[in-house]
């Protein structure tokens, strides 16, 4: 058997084309996520029942079906419906953008709902036996504690967003994955091509891997989740 590797290398300038749009994806999916997954993981927090009730309906619905479901039901699906009442349709790269948003969104709602009530209650306790009010308490007690253990989950829930991207193919975006399919039905170097795009995720993800640590440690995150942080805030005395 022999291996066209050169035949490969020239694919590589359309591949690179690729993983330019895989990272656009993942940024803009996941920045959105975030903000979806935090307003999502507030309201499963809630003692409001109708505001647990809707978060809980869009985590649980989110969570129990399958991302490649969601792709096809918001491209194709939703585009129908669009198409025909507005004339209008979601556009491949925005339809992207959007499957990663919701997806992750799910995921992370749950990090913030787990990390929110990881801290201690008597840090609650202790913001209120200062004067502040519940909103000041969240602010500036429980929701810094809370972010720090928020950052190891958070990242590896980015990791598979990012490598979620790849299931975008079926709804023809043009990311690495694509172009890689596009580049072996022209060439039909299938072992080379995947091999190239196979290592092209690897370096991103192990990328991601690195500079999550660095984050975690210069954050001293496992120190944060240490008995000793339950000391965080004590009331003042005769408060």
């Avoid at 990311?175 to 995720?201: D, H, K, P």
């Amino acid at each position: 058997m022999q291996f066209n590797w050169s035949g490969a290398a020239q694919s590589l300038p359309f591949l690179l084309e690729g993983l330019k749009i895989t990272l656009l994806i993942a940024v803009f999916g996941l920045i959105f996520g975030f903000i979806v997954g935090l307003i999502a993981g507030l309201g499963r927090t809630s003692r409001n029942k109708a505001i647990y009730g809707l978060a809980t309906v869009y985590v649980e619905m989110i969570r129990g079906t399958p991302i490649l479901v969601q792709a096809l039901w918001l491209y194709f699906g939703l585009n129908q419906m669009l198409v025909q009442t507005v004339g209008w349709r979601i556009p491949g790269d925005i339809a992207g953008i959007i499957v990663i948003a919701i997806n992750a969104g799910a995921y992370i709602a749950e990090i913030v709902r787990g990390s929110i009530q990881s801290v201690e209650k008597g840090q609650e306790e202790a913001g209120r036996s200062l004067g502040l009010t519940r909103f000041q308490t969240f602010v500036h007690i429980i929701y810094p504690q809370a972010f720090k253990r928020m950052i190891p989950p958070l990242g590896n829930q980015f990791i598979i967003s990012l490598k979620d991207t790849s299931l975008l193919s079926v709804i023809s975006v043009g990311e690495l994955m694509r172009n890689g399919q596009e580049v072996v039905a022209s060439s039909f170097n299938a072992l080379e091509i995947y091999t190239m795009v196979a290592a092209m995720y690897l370096l991103l993800t192990l990328t991601l891997s690195f500079l999550l640590k660095r984050i975690e440690r210069r954050l001293d995150v496992h120190h944060d989740r240490s008995p000793k942080s339950a000391q965080v805030v004590r009331p003042a005395r005769g408060a």
